[in-house]
């Protein structure tokens, strides 16, 4: 059983006509700057995020806070999602043809 990669909702077909409607609007050489801005603001993102959290994690040690709280909590998420997976697995559909 071979399952197409989706990206929020979006098939092969849709990401085929969005790049031909990039290249047509923006042409083939601007799409290289176009792809290492973008990386770089992922970057800046990923960045910020992580010193957000690292600051997060910092002050509520400092506090006396417990952080393994959110990691007991997240196992248990990822157990349950897990399930759902195994048994949700079963009965979604097969690829379209």
């Known amino acids: ?6 990206f929020l909702f979006i098939g092969t077909p849709e990401v085929i006509f969005i790049l031909l409607i990039v290249v047509m609007v923006f042409g083939a050489d601007k799409i290289p700057e176009i792809a290492r ?3 770089k603001g992922m970057r800046m993102l990923r960045d910020a995020t992580s010193d957000i959290k690292s600051e997060i994690s910092k002050t509520a040690e400092k506090q006396g806070i417990d952080t393994d709280v959110t990691k ?26």
């Open 1 to 6: 059983m071979i399952q197409l990669a989706t």
């Open 37 to 39: 801005g973008m990386g």
């Open 72 to 97: 007991d909590i997240k196992k248990e998420i990822n157990k349950v999602k897990d399930d759902l997976e195994d048994f949700t697995g079963s009965v979604s559909r097969g690829p379209k043809l």
